[in-house]
């Protein structure tokens, strides 16, 4: 009989910086889940513990940075792959992310730049911004922004082109820029359309529009984004992939009350029937 070391595959880990989000919608439960629905592991290091639902966010509590440094210096039995950083909240954090980052020179680095929660709290300072763009825009790989993210963090006025390019001139690689909230103009009422941006080329993907509004997308896409990029692909074959994975989370999600609804980036697992909800009761 085979042992299990013998069968064991190697899955690509991706070391993963974000918030912790009680609801698993967003955060590190929504980039672990992503990370293994893509056939990854995911390492994962709290930045910040929040107070919130699925309506929006209430408090945001940052982790202790050196908690932070010394959670990943532990890690050392796994060879990291690649690199998810979402909400980062203080300047102190920033500092124990950059560091943490700066310990793994050539892993891709995809950082999803978590500026406002979904039901609009804001979670980000002018200061923080800035600090966020001359330390670690420099380090990162690829970054996942919406448009109105992409703009709040370029001082480039204009399209999105120009202001993605500027953001480049700062050592950032790549640039996925999501078109979901914020409409890229043209782009028809039933599609929603996400543009790359690399030093040398653009390229533009369009999905059709979901009905509802989702919490933990962008958390979502970023996640499978690096997963992908962990196990090798190539950076448009791991964004084209990202894409497909989360529209699917999205059009399978779940709406557990009145609030936005929920990726689920299992959706492919078999569903437990709540007896009285999902089945018949039994006729005596």
């Given amino acids: 009989m085979a042992t299990p070391e013998t069968v064991s595959p190697h899955l690509p880990v991706v070391l993963v910086l974000a918030g912790h989000d009680p609801t698993g919608g967003a955060g590190l439960i929504a980039d672990a889940e992503a990370i293994a629905a893509c056939g990854g592991w995911a390492l994962t290091i709290p930045t910040a513990l ?92 690829i970054l996942t922004p919406n448009r109105d993210e992409l703009a709040r963090l370029s001082a480039q006025p204009g399209e999105d082109t120009e202001r993605a390019v500027e953001l480049m001139t700062l050592g950032c690689q790549a640039v996925l820029v999501t078109g979901t909230d914020s409409p890229v103009p043209g782009t028809p009422g039933d599609r929603v359309a996400h543009t790359l941006h690399t030093p040398d080329q653009s390229r533009q993907w369009s999905w059709p529009r979901l009905e509802g509004r989702y919490h933990g997308s962008g958390c979502t896409l970023a996640a499978a984004l690096a997963a992908r990029l962990a196990a090798g692909e190539s950076l448009v074959g791991a964004c084209e992939q990202a894409q497909a994975f989360t529209w699917q989370a999205l059009a399978n999600g779940w709406r557990p009350g009145e609030g936005q609804s929920l990726p689920r980036r299992l959706w492919r697992l078999p569903v437990t029937p709540v007896k009285g909800v999902d089945e018949p009761a039994a006729s005596g």
């Fill in 50 to 141: 929040t107070v919130q639902n699925c309506r929006d966010v209430q408090r945001v509590v940052p982790a202790d940075p050196d908690i932070m440094r010394a959670a990943a210096a532990a890690l050392d039995d796994f060879e990291v792959a690649a690199i998810k950083v979402g909400l980062v909240a203080d300047l102190a954090s920033l500092d124990a992310v950059t560091d943490i980052v700066r310990c793994f020179p050539g892993v891709p680095l995809v950082v999803d730049p978590v500026l406002r929660a979904g039901g609009g709290r804001e979670l980000s300072t002018a200061e923080l911004v800035d600090a966020f763009r001359e330390r670690l825009l420099p380090l990162v790989d």
